[in-house]
């Protein structure tokens, strides 16, 4: 089985999060999920938001980066929407990365370096989410999409953002049940 390390995004580790992570457990994964807002949960996205300005995204991102530095390197890093950007960023800069899971997000990989060569990735989103295509994940992420035949893009339809939070109103159970059989896939091809 793969062992993964799952980032949260913008509202905390939530109960929705957990879920989703006990999903990927129960199929016999093992799954980290570090806590970067070190216990803290929002209750809107423009929270989340609001704390991450105090803070500062970059500084968010080194959390996470800091947080995966005791757990072993050759793991699945994912994340979902402003987790993205610890796990892309740890895809891309730690040895061994065996894959990423980009949950409603994606970022150009010009801003972390170069692609691992071979390292499969797979980025979920609504087709409608305007977080993900009008915020222009989309649009940046596109030649780096095109051009890696081991990275998919999965669009579900929909405009909910953190569409896979049970916890969230966002929630869509039909499309959250294929994310994660789809994540499962590229769990079951990479693991060791």
């Known amino acids: 089985m793969t ?21 990927l457990r129960e199929a016999g994964h093992t799954v980290h999920t570090p806590d970067y807002f070190e216990g803290r949960t929002f209750d809107s996205i423009e929270e989340g938001a609001a704390h991450c300005r105090e803070v500062g995204f970059d500084e968010m991102r080194r959390r996470g980066v800091r947080l995966a530095e005791d757990l072993p390197g050759d793991v699945v890093y994912g994340g979902f929407s402003l ?11 730690r040895p061994g990365a065996l894959g990423g899971l980009f949950y409603h997000g994606v ?13 499969p990735a797979q980025v979920h989103a609504m087709d409608a989410d305007p977080e993900f295509i009008d915020a222009g994940d989309l649009e940046a992420a596109t030649p780096f999409l095109d051009s890696h035949d081991e990275v998919e893009l999965f669009l579900y339809p929909g405009d909910g953002h953190l569409f896979t939070d049970s916890s969230l109103a966002a929630h869509d159970a039909d499309a959250t ?16």
């Open 3 to 23: 062992e993964i390390v799952l980032f949260h995004h913008i509202q905390g580790l939530t109960p929705g999060v957990r879920a989703f992570a006990d999903g």
């Open 83 to 93: 987790g993205v950007m610890a796990a892309q960023y740890l895809v891309q800069n």
């Open 107 to 119: 970022i150009d990989p010009a801003e972390f370096g170069a692609w691992p060569s071979g390292v």
């Open 177 to 192: 049940k294929l994310v994660l059989e789809r994540s499962l896939e590229l769990l079951d091809r990479v693991g060791r």
